[in-house]
């Protein structure tokens, strides 16, 4: 446990891969020793002023939950998510950012467990918090897809959704980061169903956000889309050349209906 606090200073190097191998020696020591003393350090270090040590400490903690089980460190993340602290509560969304990316397909045991947590996180009021939390969101998506854990992403992507519109460069490309990986796991006929809403609203501003999402659904998946596109009814039985005729006539007419309407 001395060396894990003489590490600590190392994570403060200057040089990437000084950093590299102090993270990875706290994946061999939470080998051989458990990984409950080496959290603890780990989490409490996460309360530091230096941004570089607080983001070496969660990618510590991600490899320490790839190599003892992410069922040892989940639990006191999210135990260490309940301070009011702004950077400790930043920071367990980081680590949990990096477990998920790092364990993959194991998501699927963890995903309900995070709800709670992601609820919380996705409806803050601060927009690093609804950036990371889309972030974890994007690598579970991924990591679950087609392991049945559909009804729990729609939950999650009903609280994504929302922050479409926020106008940081960040927390926008993160949201559709996440919305993209929500296309795996849900499908894009989900997807589809969102997007259809908006795409000719009256606001310039939010047809642009919808058509933005309808575009990358399109470049994925747009061979899957065909069978969700919705009916028409009258407009596909033949009917839209009698449209189009009829709207032709109202645009020839209109010149001399707007010269009749300035005579009188």
């Given at each position: 446990m001395r060396i894990c606090f003489e590490l600590l200073d190392l994570l403060k190097a200057h040089k990437k891969g000084i950093r590299r191998a102090a993270v990875n020696s706290f994946g061999y020591i939470a080998k051989s020793l458990g990984p409950q003393d080496v959290l603890q350090v780990l989490l409490t270090n996460l309360?530091?002023?230096?941004?570089?040590?607080?983001?070496?400490?969660?990618?510590?903690?991600?490899?320490?939950?790839?190599?003892?089980?992410?069922?040892t460190c989940i639990p006191a993340i999210l135990n260490e998510y309940r301070?009011?602290?702004?950077?400790?509560?930043t920071g367990c969304l980081k680590a949990l950012t990096f477990v998920f990316e790092y364990?993959?397909?194991q998501s699927a045991y963890y995903v309900d467990s995070v709800v709670t947590m992601l609820e919380d996180a996705l409806t803050d009021r601060d927009l690093?918090?609804?950036?990371?939390?889309?972030?974890?969101?994007?690598?579970l998506a991924l990591g679950v897809a087609g392991l049945g854990c559909e009804d729990t992403m729609l939950h999650l992507m009903n609280?994504?959704?929302?922050?479409?519109?926020?106008?940081?460069?960040?927390?926008?490309?993160?949201?559709m980061e996440a919305v993209e990986a929500m296309r795996v796991t849900l499908g894009p006929g989900v997807l589809l169903s969102y997007t259809l809403q908006g795409l000719f609203h009256p606001a310039r501003k939010v047809r642009e956000v919808y058509w933005r999402v309808y575009n990358s659904l399109y470049l994925g998946a747009s061979d899957s889309l065909v069978p969700?596109?919705?009916?028409?009814?009258?407009?596909?039985?033949?009917?839209?050349?009698?449209?189009?005729?009829?709207?032709?006539?109202?645009?020839?007419?209109?010149?001399l209906l707007f010269s009749c309407a300035s005579e009188s």
């Open positions: 309360r530091v002023q230096e941004r570089q040590s607080r983001v070496c400490s969660t990618v510590a903690i991600a490899i320490v939950a790839e190599i003892c089980g992410p069922f301070t009011a602290e702004l950077n400790v509560r364990v993959g397909p690093v918090h609804r950036q990371t939390a889309s972030v974890i969101v994007k690598h609280l994504v959704w929302p922050n479409c519109f926020e106008t940081s460069p960040h927390v926008i490309g993160a949201v969700f596109y919705p009916d028409l009814g009258e407009l596909s039985e033949g009917r839209m050349s009698t449209i189009v005729t009829h709207y032709r006539c109202l645009s020839d007419c209109s010149p």
